[in-house]
């Protein structure tokens, strides 16, 4: 069988922002829905805490190191082959709407077309006009309006009044959605939705926001004085706030401004949860429910604020490395599981390839989820650990770092200087306790750094294939 795909990813969202997986301050009815009647993966890590090496690695089943897009602002080898292109050659159509970030695309430069396998193409990086290649201020255009009229600037100093619902970045990517899903009915298809949100800055329409009261948001997860246990890319976080009056400087911030911002953090997630039910909505209206595969998902996660920080970098805490992760193909998969199983987004490429009973490449790396989503499998146990990666990827130079996490425990090495984390995420689930200097723990972190130099080797490409013993 060839299910259609319906691939939703949306930009820097956290794992623990669904209602029905264990947040009571967020209104998310129809990823609600996706959960009960489908599988979510609990623990799911990205394999970069940044945008490009992680949708590169997702996208071809491969780790960032292998793939060679190890930081934004790098483009995909052409070596590299993306699902995409996969799928078309064995006769889907594919179409995407919002980001694809596999390239370089600051400047005013406009991201290049690889060899993708995209009939649909409608690209936007993000809302702002600064291509006028941008798909989706073509659409405002279209309806006679402007992106610099319709965005409504700063609130607080953190919080900004986005586009109104019926005009944002993320309606149209699901419009072009919902006009895919009726015009591609009757032929296998796979459909791409990357919208930008909730990505930084903070800026929710309006009337989302008004939905939350920022006194009912929860403060961030951290504590005085943790900074003196944790590493130097911390500590430079910080100062790189101080001394940046567009950045979120949290010393300078009251518990007001942290509530502000979670709250347009919230209503940006319910903004894109209305927008999931709009398009599942056209699944049943055609008829394709059945026989169509959806993934909720985000490319990595967003600090928030927990231990001091804001928006992402070289930080391996569970806030930025795990992420939503849902399946539902009705009748195919199970219904209402969760999977608490370490699981890695790279484990998703070969998870559509076995779907659509198709061949897995030799360079895919990831281990397909079928059977957990099945129950052919024990959903206990896929992965004995989950891998990380960041070199060099964003706003610190010179910062180099892998994790290893096991079920409970989380090893984070930062190369080239005599600096790491060690947590005990049985007894320290918030990662306060950094016990990478402790003696008391020093077989651990011994054996975890064996383990994550494992790690890192059997990350290794698996091509060339080996054709003999000479």
């Known amino acids: 069988m060839n299910p259609n795909i319906l691939w939703i990813c949306t930009d820097q969202q956290r794992y623990d922002t669904i209602a029905a997986l264990g947040n009571p301050h967020i209104r998310t009815p129809h990823i609600d829905g996706l959960v009960r009647e489908g599988v979510a993966c609990t623990r799911a890590v990205c394999q970069s805490t940044v945008c490009s090496p992680s949708r590169g690695s997702f996208l071809t089943g491969r780790y960032p190191r292998t793939t060679g897009l190890r930081q934004n602002g790098q483009t995909l080898p052409a070596r590299e082959r993306l699902i995409t292109r996969i799928l078309a050659d064995h006769g889907y159509t594919c179409g995407l709407a919002g980001k694809l970030h596999l390239s370089s695309c600051a400047g005013g430069r406009v991201e290049p077309r690889q060899d993708d396998g995209y009939t649909v193409f409608d690209w936007s990086h993000h809302p702002q006009p600064d291509w006028p290649e941008n798909a989706y201020t ?17 609130i607080t100093p953190y919080v900004e009044r986005g586009v109104p619902a019926e005009f944002h970045q993320t309606t149209w990517c699901a419009e072009m959605a919902v006009e895919f899903i009726r015009h591609y009915r009757g032929r296998p298809w796979l459909f791409n939705l990357n919208c930008f949100d909730p990505h930084h800055p903070f800026d929710p329409p309006p009337e989302y926001l008004a939905k939350y009261d920022a006194a009912d948001m929860p403060l961030p997860v951290r504590r005085p004085g943790e900074w003196e246990e944790k590493t130097s890319y911390q500590r430079l976080d910080h100062e790189f706030a101080h001394n940046n009056p567009k950045a979120y ?7 007001d401004d942290h509530r502000q911002v979670r709250a347009a953090y919230y209503a940006m997630v319910e903004l894109i949860d209305d927008q999931v039910g709009r398009i599942l909505a056209a699944l049943d209206e055609t008829g394709q429910r059945e026989q169509t595969l959806v993934i909720f998902m985000s490319d990595h996660g967003e600090m928030l604020g927990d231990h001091g920080i804001y928006l992402k970098g070289p930080h391996f805490y569970e806030a930025a490395v795990r992420v939503p992760l849902v399946l539902r193909w009705p009748g195919r998969i199970a219904e209402d599981v969760r999977i608490d199983g370490l699981v890695e987004l790279v484990d ?35 992965r004995d650990y989950v891998y990380c990666e960041y070199y060099n990827a964003w706003t610190h130079p010179r910062s180099y770092g892998t994790m290893m996490r096991t079920p409970d425990k989380k090893n984070a090495v930062y190369h080239g200087v005599e600096e790491g984390e060690l947590y005990d995420l049985a007894a320290d689930p918030d990662e306060f306790e950094n016990l990478w200097m402790s003696r008391e723990h020093a077989a651990i972190r011994e054996r975890l750094l064996k383990q994550a130099f494992d790690a890192s080797v059997f990350t290794m490409d698996p091509l060339p294939k080996r054709l003999g013993p000479f």
């Open 249 to 255: 400087h949290v010393a300078a911030m009251t518990d």
């Open 348 to 382: 998703l490429v070969p998870t559509l390839l076995e779907a659509a009973e198709l061949p897995i490449p030799e360079g895919v790396q990831g281990r397909s989820l079928l059977p957990l989503l099945t129950g052919d499998a024990d959903r206990s146990h896929h």
């Open 138 to 154: 073509q659409w405002l255009a279209k309806k006679g309006r402007r992106w610099e009229d319709l965005y409504g600037g700063s």
